[in-house]
């Protein structure tokens, strides 16, 4: 099993300075590989290589760059530019793993083929991580943490880590308002379904705006709407960020404060989900979701609602945090769960102002949502059963 924690950093104002130069470094190279990318990338895609019509000159064909080429590259990096060598040489490594993703992910797609845009140039206090791919077993010490070539950091360390967990990577990420530290952790022994799962245990939940879901044993949580509620504090500040001159330290203070806002509103949101989906998996061991085209959503007109209310962060906390405990989270087919009859199967076509279901076939009148949840539930459970025959089969 596979799991991250996250930890607080209080780092020294030396340190804080050495972070803060290890990120514009990191910077500056995670820049300068992405360039020799798109270079190579512009003057090598073509496989043409003189023009018959005009006498010019192309440039010629080189080698790709890729991950280890640009990694045997480092040695003479610090050759040139010394300052560099007070990196630790696999923080330095994992500049050019990150290239290696970003770019692999714009021309070829990701693990499922899905293609991402065209990679982006690092601006000032945009490349905020940087990742020890491996770190001692026992970096931890008595409310501090070892970082190597670094030292001792000051750690807040609020929950330990569990028995027999392995640290496999350290991530040190600069937020708004502080610095924090998230470990990667693995322990193979603990299984991923645990021995008394009960398939029967199984709920379908229909995620909304007004209510932030909907059980299909009709339980509802309420849509918590926190960028709503917190939209006039925004403004004033982000007001108060455009009246301020550009470089000045107020404009840097007013940004700052800011951030802070958008860090607390978001980790606001994130513990909501937390507890949701906590609460939920205390109750059942199957749930069952809408498998929605949440980005396209995000495009509409209800937009800031969707964005607000996090659909796509709770799913995710809530497949982790399933996947943790030994139980499953199942994500069905969402065509026609909002107009089929739950009761019979009749399709009922129902604007989306029509807050009810009213069969005319078998006369079952209730809540829409309800409905809906019900509707997944069932298909959950259809989709669990075919799952576990096509398991027996390959045994």
Known sequence: MKTSYQYRLRPTKQQVIQFDKWLNLLRYQYNYLLADRFQWYEENRCSINSCSILVCHLPEFRDNPNYNSQQDSLPQLKKDRPWYKELHSQVLQNAAKRVELAFDRFLSGDC??????RPRFKGA?????????????????????????????????????????????????????????TLSLEDETVPTIKADFNADSITGIDVGLIDFYVASDNTRIAAPKYLR??????????????????????????IKQLGIMHKKLADTRKDFHFKTANNLLKKYDVVAVEKLNIKGLAKSRLAKSVNDAGWGQFISILTVKAENAGLKVIAVNPNGTSQECSNCGTKVIKKLSERTHNCPNCKVSLCRDLNASIIIKNRGAHDLKAQKMSSTKSL
């Open 112 to 117: 499922k083929g899905k293609k991402s845009g």
């Open 125 to 181: 206090n945009q490349y905020k991580t940087f990742t020890y791919p491996k770190v001692k077993s026992d970096c931890i010490d008595n409310g501090f943490i070892i970082l190597p070539k670094f030292g001792k950091v000051r750690l807040l360390q609020h929950r330990a880590i569990p028995d027999g967990f392995k640290i496999k990577t350290c991530s040190i990420t600069k937020k708004a308002d502080g610095f924090y530290v």
């Open 229 to 254: 509620k917190a939209e006039r504090k925004l403004k004033s500040a982000q007001r108060r960020v455009s009246r301020r001159k550009k470089g000045s330290n107020r404009r840097k203070k007013a």
